[in-house]
């Protein structure tokens, strides 16, 4: 049974800096692309940053290009981001996603497994 368990969210102020994680389990962790997504409250959820299989190459959101990292550690079997410079706006629930080794995760369409999700609230 494939699990991902987010952690590391929580309560900052605007400014500051969050780092997530999310583990996984059931899986062979090297074989799967990683991703983050968000929801904020009454919005849809939306693609933050995914990283290819190696660690090679990693994608994000123009909203978060310059404050946030992702990086993975395949012998942890562990994902991270690293968001930086927190703004209100980046308030939301953070979902851990695994998808294809072989295309980039850009949309929902291209995950196959999803965490529960981790709140960050991001104080003005």
């Known amino acids: 049974q494939v699990q991902l368990v987010e952690s590391g969210g929580g309560l900052v102020q605007a400014g500051g800096s969050l780092r997530l994680s999310c583990v996984a389990s059931g899986l062979t962790f090297s074989n799967y692309a990683m991703a983050w997504f968000r929801q904020a409250p009454g919005k849809a959820r939306e693609f933050v940053s995914a990283?290819?299989?190696?660690?090679?190459?990693?994608d994000y959101a123009d909203s978060v290009k310059g404050r946030f990292t992702i990086s993975r550690d395949n012998a942890k079997n562990t994902v991270y981001l690293q968001m930086n410079s927190l703004k209100p706006e980046d308030t939301a629930i953070y979902y851990c996603?695994?998808?294809?080794?072989?295309?980039?995760?850009?949309?929902?369409?291209?995950?196959?497994?999803w965490g529960e999700g981790t709140l960050v609230t991001v104080s003005s």
């Open positions: 990283v290819t299989w190696g660690g090679s190459r990693s």
């Open positions: 996603a695994a998808g294809s080794k072989f295309r980039p995760i850009t949309t929902m369409e291209t995950v196959y497994y």
